[in-house]
């Protein structure tokens, strides 16, 4: 009887984990996925001449920039995440985060400012994956 308990207990402790672990969000492969996108369209974007953008260029790369932005967020919340992961985290976080703002200013130097940005964006994304993934081959 008490075995039964035991294993009926022990079962409903494993599906809880298993919901909970699921509900710690998107997964760092998906996290990067999303941020891959974007991370081409400012890579695209940034090879344009000022004259050749629109506004609505504009307005995607900033979107670009606070999505990867908040996937670092995101990332950080995740539960087993050590210092090291945050710090490189919390680099890409900047990099981003000065792309949706500098997005937003003046638009004389921006597409030269966003392009400074995404070298700093492309080394802080590459130094995850070259300590944590470098077996992967990843670009950046
Ligand atoms: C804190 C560490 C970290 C940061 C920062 C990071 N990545 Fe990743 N990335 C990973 C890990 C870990 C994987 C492997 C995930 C897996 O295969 O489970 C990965 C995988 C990828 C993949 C392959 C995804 C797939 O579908 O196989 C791409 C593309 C990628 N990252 C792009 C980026 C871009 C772009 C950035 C910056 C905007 C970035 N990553 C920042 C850790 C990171």
């Known amino acids: 009887m008490l075995i039964k308990r035991f294993v009926t207990a022990s079962l409903v402790l494993l599906f809880v984990g298993a919901i909970s672990a699921d509900s710690y969000g998107a997964s760092s492969r998906e996290l990067c996925a999303s941020s891959a996108k974007e991370f081409q369209k400012i890579n695209r ?30 990332r950080i919340k995740s539960a087993n995440v050590d210092a090291n992961t945050r710090s490189l985290s919390k680099l890409v976080a900047i ?16 597409i030269e400012d966003v392009g ?7 080394l802080s ?7 944590y993934q470098t077996e992967a081959g990843l670009a950046p």
């Open 95 to 110: 990099h981003a985060g000065h792309i949706e703002d500098r997005a937003k200013g003046d638009k004389v130097g921006l």
């Open 116 to 122: 400074h940005s995404y070298r700093f964006l492309f």
């Open 45 to 74: 974007l940034k090879g344009y001449f000022p004259e050749e953008l629109s506004d609505a260029d504009y307005q995607t790369i900033q979107q670009a920039g606070a999505t990867i932005k908040g996937n670092e967020e995101e």
């Open 125 to 131: 994304c590459r130094s995850c994956h070259q300590i």
